[in-house]
């Protein structure tokens, strides 16, 4: 059976329209209380910056174990924000209407795929393969939870933080199995022993 072209773009408007549906149902932004504090707190907690300050610090006073983990964990987090930057800017997908996350607004107006999501379960899929068992059980809790503040703080659409979870699993099981070559590559162009 042909399907049509307009059909195609029907069935993506419905979809679209589904998402918008579901986001908004579970979007929180406008709620004062608790539980829009603690949506907020997981929301920023997979911030970039944060990560990358933790896992410099996790570097810099770990023993090798430590430093082995923080590097790979580092270098995973670049690579993938490089792959988000060069679909979200290949699709431009809007965020969603609203007032929370002026700085996310401003500095990435695009949506999808969440850069957040993508980053929580990559070190929470990473951490899987790392260890330690805490941390680990720790990183794939925390996944879910700043996914899903972003969508009920309304920075994102429910497909972004989905597109992002499948994007951050496949690349830390890929980021794994790569990057003893990786690695390898990097000390023999640069010279610098990271563990």
């Known amino acids: 059976m042909h399907i049509s072209l307009f ?10 329209e589904l998402d918008a549906q ?5 979007r929180i932004a406008e709620n004062p209380g608790p539980l829009r504090t603690t949506a907020a707190f997981f929301a920023h907690s997979g911030d970039s910056w944060f990560w990358a ?3 410099i610090a996790a570097w810099l006073l770990g023993d090798v174990f430590w430093k082995r983990w923080a590097a790979i964990m580092l270098g995973a987090l670049i690579i993938m924000a490089a792959i988000v930057l060069i679909l979200k ?6 965020r969603p209407e609203g007032e929370w996350g002026d700085i996310y607004r401003s500095t990435d107006p695009h949506s999808f795929p969440s850069g957040h999501a993508t980053r929580a379960f990559l070190l929470g899929t ?4 790392l260890g330690p068992f805490w941390m680990t059980i720790l990183l794939i809790i925390l996944a879910p939870l700043v996914a899903l503040g972003r969508v009920a703080m309304g920075v994102h659409y429910l ?35 990271l563990w």
């Open 53 to 55: 300050v933790a896992l």
């Open 126 to 129: 990473m951490g899987i393969f």
């Open 159 to 193: 497909s972004d933080i989905v597109v992002g979870a499948l994007l951050g699993i496949v690349g830390g099981i890929i980021g794994y199995a790569i990057y003893p070559a990786i690695y390898a590559w990097f000390v023999g162009w640069s010279g610098w022993v």
């Open 89 to 94: 800017f290949a699709i431009r997908r809007k």
């Open 22 to 26: 579901l986001t908004k149902k579970m």
């Open 7 to 16: 059909d195609k773009i029907m069935n993506l408007k419905t979809l679209l």
